[in-house]
């Protein structure tokens, strides 16, 4: 076996461990906080407030009606942390953007211009 196989095969290895290892700490952590705490309610909302279907459509699929349950909190997280994420990325590319069309281009170090040649 050759050195090129070896390290192949601990970089294989490797790879397999951390895709399992991360994984586990985030996807296999959810569906447990999930399983869990699927009969305890998050928070509950006060009665009145919101219309018996809505009601019924927070505390799914198993906390008590009137409450929100770790499934659709979960879920209202992760929508806004990815909103939070675009928004934070499509500000910083545009300040990016902006540094680049304030910054000028740098003066050909060899030769002319191609506004020397034109006026040449």
Known sequence: ????????????????????IRWVLTTGLKMFLQLWFSKR???????????????????????PRGSVSIQVWSFAVGQVVATLVAVGLWVWTQVVMARKATT???VAAMGKTAAEKKAD
């Open 1 to 20: 076996m050759g050195l090129d196989a070896t390290i192949a095969t601990y970089r294989s290895t490797f790879d397999s461990r951390a895709s399992t």
């Open 104 to 106: 000028k281009a740098p």
């Open 41 to 63: 309610p998050m928070f509950w909302i006060p009665e009145g407030w919101v219309p018996g279907v809505v009601e019924w459509g927070l505390a799914f699929p198993r906390a």
